[in-house]
């Protein structure tokens, strides 16, 4: 079947050869209290005069940046006097007029609080997009020129703001925050990879699992900003000699769990309570096709994790822990039909359920709802837009819903733009589409309670 192919290292590692190592960027808000506009000795994105892309570094005065490498047709655009470079930050762009009536608009408890990040994710794409809803069906949106979207950003509820984080290119990991508007988009840390990064939320903390160039696994920490995000993360007793999938992280409690797949058709969990992680184990009778897992916390129910994965045999399964003993169930099959060609998408819902979510072999989008008390643990395979499935441009992005729904969904259709999904009451409510985002394959899409 045809998967989606992440950059290889060789290729990256090519790509960044000339640029000085990067060790983070700017303060997340743009502008730190103290009157700094970066972190002196960490690096921002920056324009050559040829529009090439480069990096400048923060001069220990946190105001004034060097010049930008490696620029090789003269210097690069914008000021270096006391300004963040001109294409760091978001910049509003035309979002077109109000959708046509006729649909139910989105919750007005969900203006300044629903957020969006879209990206085209090709090789000559440099810009970011970013949306805030503001009511009456209409977006703000606005663009940054550089740290693109090479994965669907991963956005996670942190104390009062929202994380995202994504594969950017040269293989960076990009940050930025959203409390009332997006913060510039930033390299956080030193952490680069060739496959999407995975982040959970700990209260007024994130954590960021990723693999790293190396194949070995390493940890970020986000608390009012990011840290290096190089602690390493690698399992007790493993030194990554079986190549291994991109993780997927969730938080239960304290704790913090990560699954992957390895090349030998195991489905393997991680776990830590603490500044270390304990020892790789597999989750029995579970074989794997070598695809990232889908983990997520659950809300209430006797279990506490769900994760879903690509089977051996093409399907969806799952495995639930329970949160009595820890012990993992045997796998469950969503359903012989759904077959993702990515992988999927998961988040918790009331009662112990869950919903999953996948692109299918013909691009459309489908989902899955896991409700534990039923004959049927998952519900029948239905499209996401009902009566008028879209083909997608990537899996979409779900997450939990914060000012009215159960669950916010967010798609780029092929050849169109991007929209979104609301679930409330056992029904979706939608499309909403988001003005000014369109031509893109990779998104993002959280909400602030």
């Known amino acids: 079947m045809a998967r989606r192919l992440w950059a290889s290292a060789a290729l990256v590692l090519a790509s960044v050869a000339g640029l000085m190592p990067l060790s983070g960027g700017c303060a997340s808000n743009g502008a730190a209290d103290d009157g700094r506009l970066c972190t002196p000795g960490n690096y921002v994105f920056c324009r050559c005069a040829d529009r090439s892309e480069g990096t400048k570094l923060c001069k220990p005065d946190g105001k004034t940046f060097e010049s930008c490498q490696p620029c090789t047709t003269g210097e690069e655009t914008g000021t270096d006097a006391g300004e963040l470079p001109t294409?760091?930050?978001?910049?509003?762009?035309?979002?077109?007029?109000?959708?046509?009536?006729?649909?139910?608009?989105?919750?007005?408890?969900?203006?300044?609080?629903?957020?969006?990040?879209?990206?085209?994710g090709g090789e000559q794409d440099l810009d970011a997009l970013a949306g805030v809803y503001k009511g009456n069906g209409v977006f703000e949106v606005s663009v940054s020129h550089g740290p693109a979207l090479r994965s669907n950003a991963k956005i996670v509820l942190t104390g009062t703001s929202l994380i995202g984080v994504y594969l950017s290119r040269y293989s960076f990991i990009v940050g930025a925050k959203f409390t009332t508007s997006w913060s510039a988009p930033v390299s956080i840390?030193?952490?680069?990879?060739?496959?999407?990064?995975?982040?959970?939320?700990?209260g007024t903390q994130a954590k960021m699992v990723y693999r790293g160039l190396d194949g070995l696994f390493y940890a970020g920490t986000y608390n009012a900003g990011w840290d290096d995000a190089t602690s390493p993360a690698e399992?007790?007793?493993?030194?990554?000699?079986?190549?291994?999938?991109?993780?997927?992280?969730?938080?239960?409690?304290?704790?913090?769990v990560f699954g992957f797949v390895t090349d030998d058709q195991g489905l393997n969990r991680v776990s830590s309570s603490g500044s270390t992680w304990?020892?790789?184990?597999?989750?029995?009778?579970?074989?794997?096709?070598?695809?990232?897992?889908?983990?997520?916390?659950?809300?209430?129910?006797?279990?506490?994790?769900?994760?879903?994965?690509t089977g051996t045999d093409f399907a969806l399964h799952s495995v639930t822990?329970?949160?009595?003993?820890?012990?993992?169930?045997?796998?469950?099959v969503v359903d012989d039909s759904a077959q993702p060609i990515e992988p999927p998408a998961v988040v918790e819902m009331a009662n112990g359920r869950a919903m999953v979510v996948w692109k299918a072999s013909n691009d459309q989008a489908f989902y899955s709802i896991?409700?534990?008390?039923?004959?049927?643990p998952w519900s029948a395979p239905a499209g996401i837009v009902p009566n008028k499935n879209p083909t997608v441009t990537s899996t979409p992005a779900i997450a939990e819903s914060k000012?009215?729904?159960?669950?916010?969904?967010?798609?780029?259709?092929?050849?169109?733009?991007?929209?979104?999904m609301r679930y409330a009451s056992g029904a979706w409510k939608g499309p909403y589409p988001v003005g000014g985002m369109s031509n893109v394959t990779y998104v993002g899409v959280g909400e602030l309670p």
Do not use: H
């Open 87 to 120: 294409d760091a930050g978001f910049q509003p762009v035309d979002s077109g007029p109000p959708p046509d009536a006729g649909i139910a608009p989105i919750e007005a408890a969900c203006v300044g609080k629903l957020a969006v990040l879209a990206g085209a």
């Open 189 to 202: 840390g030193s952490a680069m990879t060739d496959a999407p990064p995975s982040v959970t939320s700990l």
């Open 235 to 256: 399992p007790a007793g493993d030194a990554g000699s079986v190549r291994r999938s991109a993780p997927s992280l969730a938080a239960v409690g304290s704790s913090l």
């Open 278 to 309: 304990g020892a790789p184990l597999k989750v029995p009778a579970a074989t794997a096709y070598f695809d990232a897992p889908a983990l997520v916390a659950m809300n209430g129910g006797s279990a506490d994790l769900i994760m879903l994965y």
């Open 321 to 332: 822990r329970a949160a009595s003993n820890k012990a993992w169930s045997s796998p469950v």
């Open 370 to 376: 896991y409700d534990p008390g039923a004959a049927m």
């Open 403 to 420: 000012c009215g729904a159960e669950i916010v969904l967010a798609y780029s259709e092929q050849g169109g733009g991007v929209s979104l």
